[in-house]
């Protein structure tokens, strides 16, 4: 079974709507993120949150909220979704208490989101 | 302004030969740099890294090296496989006094191992 979990996988959505996506991690990690990938732009941070509540604002947070609604778990919203937010989704986790503080993160497989 | 920049969008490499992937940094507060592998459909997945104490790391086929003074570091494959093909990212982290920043990406290089 994956460590990192992701669901939808795949979404189509229209532009307004309201949607969710969910992450799971069996991991045991504290930390959590969500990125987002697009062409050309590599992956770039939207949240991460370091426990269940604690949440911080990445590189590009403006139109996305999310919720940590447990330590595995950590959803990302569009509350209302426009077309330049289609793009890949990926989420993360890290765990604090590895050894250093170089953190290694495992990224899920992905939500590939399509909005019309 | 981007930090962290692979300024090569794709490498084609003959199996065998060596592959490298070049990755330079503006930030002189960067102390960790990683590099990460992914696969269509699948998330990143974490391949190596390299502290900035040190200017080179080897794990198996795949060799960082880092110059600080140049802010440049480097992924050497050897020999190059065709299961390398993938993109690889390269990712920087600042420290703040003993805490960790936030992963910083640059924006992929496409390697393509041809057989």
């Known amino acids: 079974d994956a460590d990192v979990t992701q669901t939808p996988r795949n979404r189509i959505t229209k532009t307004g709507k309201r949607i969710m996506l969910e992450c799971s991690q069996t991991?045991?990690?504290?930390?959590m993120y969500w990125y987002r990938q697009d062409p050309g732009l590599g992956l770039r941070l939207i949240y991460y949150s370091f426990d269940v509540k604690d949440i911080n604002k990445g590189e590009i947070s403006d139109g996305y909220s999310v919720s940590r609604q447990a330590q595995a778990k950590f959803s990302l919203s569009l509350e209302s979704a426009i077309p330049n937010q289609t793009a890949l989704y990926f989420c993360?986790?890290?765990?604090?208490?590895?050894?250093?503080?170089?953190?290694?993160?495992?990224f899920g497989p992905g939500t590939r989101l399509l909005v019309l | 302004d981007q930090q962290v920049k692979q300024n090569s969008p794709s490498l084609s490499v003959q199996e065998g030969r060596i592959s490298i992937l070049n990755c330079d940094y503006t930030?002189?507060?960067?102390?960790?740099f990683l590099w990460y592998k992914k696969y269509p459909a699948e998330g990143p997945t974490f391949l190596i890294s390299i502290s900035s104490i040190k200017d080179k790391n080897e794990d198996g086929r795949f060799t960082v090296f880092l110059n600080k003074s140049a802010k440049h570091l480097s992924l050497h494959i050897v020999p190059s496989q065709p299961g390398d093909s993938a993109v690889y990212f390269c990712a920087a982290i600042e420290n703040y006094g003993g805490s960790q920043g936030n992963l910083i990406f640059g924006k992929g290089t496409k390697l393509s191992v041809k057989p």
């Open positions: 930030n002189s507060m960067f102390d960790y």
């Open positions: 991991k045991g990690h504290d930390r």
């Open positions: 993360a986790t890290s765990d604090s208490n590895q050894r250093g503080y170089q953190e290694t993160q495992y």
